[in-house]
Nanobody, 124 residues
């Protein structure tokens, strides 16, 4: 079992930056690929970024490439999402997810464990 707790969501102005954190409990974190997803009001949850077990491979949705960076610290059982140049359309609840595999995926149903989410609000 893996339990995930996100933090770092805040209200920021457009152009600002935030760093989200997701701390995992459980002994298998270093074996889990991790992903970040988001859900805006009235929209479906969508893939944002993912990272493999070692941190050596990452993947991003086109709409965040060049602005967001996913990283992990296996010693701290934590995955991060650094978000720069935030736009109003980035406003959403951000969820981290863990996959029972070393390799990431972009589909939500490939992730077995989910956090409760953290709210990111971006004002123009």
């Amino acid at each position: 079992q893996v339990q995930l707790v996100e933090s770092g969501g805040e209200s920021v102005q457009a152009g600002g930056s935030l760093r989200l954190s997701c701390r995992a409990s459980g002994r298998t974190f270093s074996s889990n690929a991790m992903g970040w997803f988001r859900q805006a009001p009235g929209k479906e949850r969508e893939f944002v970024a993912a990272i493999n077990w070692s941190g050596g491979s990452t993947y991003y949705a086109d709409f965040v490439k060049g602005r967001f960076t996913i990283s992990r610290d296996n010693a701290k059982n934590t995955v991060y999402l650094q978000m720069n140049s935030l736009k109003p359309e980035d406003m959403a609840i951000y969820y981290c997810a863990a996959r029972a595999s070393r390799h990431y995926h972009t589909r939500m149903d490939e992730y077995e464990y989910w956090g409760q989410g953290t709210q990111v609000t971006v004002s123009s």
